[in-house]
């Protein structure tokens, strides 16, 4: 134990405890995204969060409130210092005296691996203890952990029935499509249906089962363009994709290079390299040519599916085109 900082805080060594959870790493993560889940396992056993905010973004409230069987109430109130899915969570939280002053701190450091049965997640807390009485509670935190973890299993359990599997093993299947449409539209008029967000927008999205949440677009070489939405129901359940794209090259009206991922809840399912070339196709009409080098990521079945949505996507640009 080391003894320094304001007014002598006290830093014990830091609490260290690692857990496999026999479920994709992409469920483990997103039980900690949400306040409805964080409710169901974030205490000891025999306690209960009665309340709770989770807003996960650097910056965003993790506040929790946990309820003894007595009824007595202890909060724990913080912010995410850093959020990186699937990969790494790292929080920073306090716990107060009934007069507002902090008691001892905790800087929570938390990563999430693929491991064999499933995910491996390796929590590093570390203190700083301004009342010296907090050790005692400090000294029981790996037991405290070891049972909210167990909790923590049961709601992935509870959120995938039926589902929980260990990752896929590492993969890489190379496809390769081109697409061709002509337009009733010059090139300029398709080049802004490209280019601008607005008018992107009209035609660069699911369909009508999907939910924009997203949408951003720095049209220029080194600029970068998201979307993100989520399905609701049907045959792709409630699931959320986002695109994330990084602009290589761009020859105004003749062509656009650019890279992107596309993630399904957070799992990375592909990296792409795609190329737009517009040609006059006579009469003021214009050829729009696609061309797309996928890899598709560790056990991601495409089979076809990408070619078919980029088809969907270029025929609803035509249908933009002729409002």
Same mark, same amino acid.
């Given at each position: ?6 007014a002598?805080?006290?830093r014990?060594d830091? #609490? !260290? ?7 994709l ?7 900690? &995204?949400?306040?409805e889940h964080? !409710?169901?396992w974030f ?6 969060v009665?309340?709770a905010? @989770? ?7 993790f506040?929790?409130?946990m309820q003894?069987?007595?009824g007595?109430?202890? /909060?724990?109130?913080?912010?995410f210092?850093?959020?990186?899915? @699937?990969?790494? $969570?790292?929080?920073?939280?306090? @716990?107060?005296?009934?007069d507002?002053?902090? +008691? ?14 499933? %995910?491996?997640l390796?929590?590093?807390? %570390? ?7 907090m050790?005692?509670a ?6 405290? /952990?070891?049972?909210?973890l167990d909790?923590l ?9 039926g589902a929980?599997?260990?990752p896929?093993?590492?993969s890489?299947v190379?496809?390769i499509f081109?697409l061709?449409?002509t337009y ?5 008029? #398709? /080049? *802004?249906a490209l280019?601008?967000?607005e008018?992107k ?9 999907w #939910?924009p949440l997203e949408?951003?677009?720095d049209f220029?070489?080194g600029?970068?363009?998201?979307a993100?939405?989520? /399905?609701q129901?049907g045959?792709?359940? *409630?699931?959320t ?7 290589l090259?761009?020859?105004? *009206?003749?062509?656009i ?14 990296? &792409?390299l795609? %190329?737009?070339? +517009? ?5 003021g ?16 079945e ?5 070619e078919?949505?980029?088809?969907? $996507? +270029? ?9």
């Amino acid at each position: 134990m080391t003894q320094g900082g304001p007014a002598g805080a006290l830093r014990p060594d830091p #609490v !260290r405890i690692s857990r496999t959870i026999p479920a994709l790493r992409e469920t483990v993560f997103r039980a900690w &995204s949400t306040a409805e889940h964080v !409710r169901h396992w974030f205490a000891p056993e025999h306690f209960t969060v009665p309340e709770a905010t @989770v807003d996960m973004r650097v910056g965003g409230a993790f506040e929790v409130c946990m309820q003894a069987p007595d009824g007595t109430r202890h /909060w724990t109130r913080g912010s995410f210092a850093e959020v990186t899915p @699937v990969d790494r $969570l790292v929080l920073d939280l306090r @716990v107060d005296g009934g007069d507002g002053t902090v +008691l001892f701190t905790a800087w929570t450091e938390v990563t999430f691996a693929d491991a064999v049965g499933g %995910t491996r997640l390796d929590i590093v807390q %570390t203190y700083t203890v301004y009342d010296p009485a907090m050790l005692a509670a400090i000294g029981g935190a790996p037991e405290g /952990w070891s049972q909210t973890l167990d909790k923590l299993g049961a709601e992935v359990a509870r959120m995938e029935p039926g589902a929980v599997q260990a990752p896929a093993a590492r993969s890489v299947v190379h496809a390769i499509f081109s697409l061709e449409r002509t337009y009733d539209a010059p090139a300029a008029r #398709v /080049w *802004n249906a490209l280019s601008d967000l607005e008018a992107k927008s009209k035609w660069f999205a699911g369909g009508g089962d999907w #939910v924009p949440l997203e949408r951003s677009l720095d049209f220029r070489v080194g600029g970068r363009e998201r979307a993100r939405g989520r /399905w609701q129901g049907g045959s792709h359940g *409630n699931t959320t994709t986002t695109f994330d794209a990084h602009y290589l090259d761009i020859v105004p *009206n003749e062509r656009i290079v650019y890279s992107y991922e596309m993630h399904i809840d957070g799992r990375k399912i592909s990296i &792409s390299l795609a %190329t737009m070339e +517009l040609k006059p196709a006579g009469g003021g009409r214009t050829t729009l040519k696609v061309t797309e080098q996928g890899a598709f990521l560790d056990g991601y079945e495409d089979n076809g599916s990408r070619e078919h949505g980029t088809g969907f $996507l +270029l025929d609803r640009l035509g249908a933009s085109l002729a409002e």
